[in-house]
């Protein structure tokens, strides 16, 4: 049998979300397979935990290039967005309080390319007309982000089903939590 460490890692980090403290055996078990053969692909919860990023930034930008979010009406493309980040909103989830991954000299420029292009989206959108004006561009691309991670939590602890994350982000974040006049 094959291990597609994919889907290791996306084991692991459903367990993380839940369980920051869980142990490289616990980790294991999760994914199916034996400590010994977790141990040969990943040296130690520091070598898991940076190929989870380096998975989740890739999936993300990914997700950016497959919802062509430099295209169009910034609106249109940030509902394309919410729809891609979807499959990644589990990895997000983790790392969005995976605080060492912060520390150090050592972030990864992902980060920096991930953020960059979010923040573009935005400012597109502002400029367009379509988003406040009064919320920076950086704090929609933290919102976005948070927003994902709550979502992807909230489905593994079964209080969110996966079918309303796209239209509960989207909503929230368009339009906010204020109710507005004529609403039920």
Known sequence: MS??????????AALLTRRATASMDDIAKAAGISRATLHR?????????????ELCIERSE??????RIEEGD?????RRLVAALQPVSGFLAFLYGEN????????????ARLDARLTALFRRGQEQGHFRIDLTPVWLTEALCGLMASAAWGVYDGR???K?????VLE?????ARRRSGDA
Request: net charge negative.
């Open 3 to 12: 291990l597609d460490r994919d889907d290791v890692l996306r084991e692991a």
């Open 41 to 53: 692909h990943f040296a130690g919860r520091d070598a898991l935990i940076r190929a989870l990023e």
């Open 62 to 67: 990914a997700a950016l290039d497959t919802a």
């Open 74 to 78: 910034a609106v249109e493309a940030l």
């Open 100 to 111: 060492q991954l912060f520390e150090g000299e050592e972030v990864n420029a992902g980060w």
């Open 160 to 162: 969110l089903a996966a």
């Open 164 to 168: 309303d994350v796209e239209y509960m």
């Open 172 to 176: 929230l974040l368009l339009g906010g």
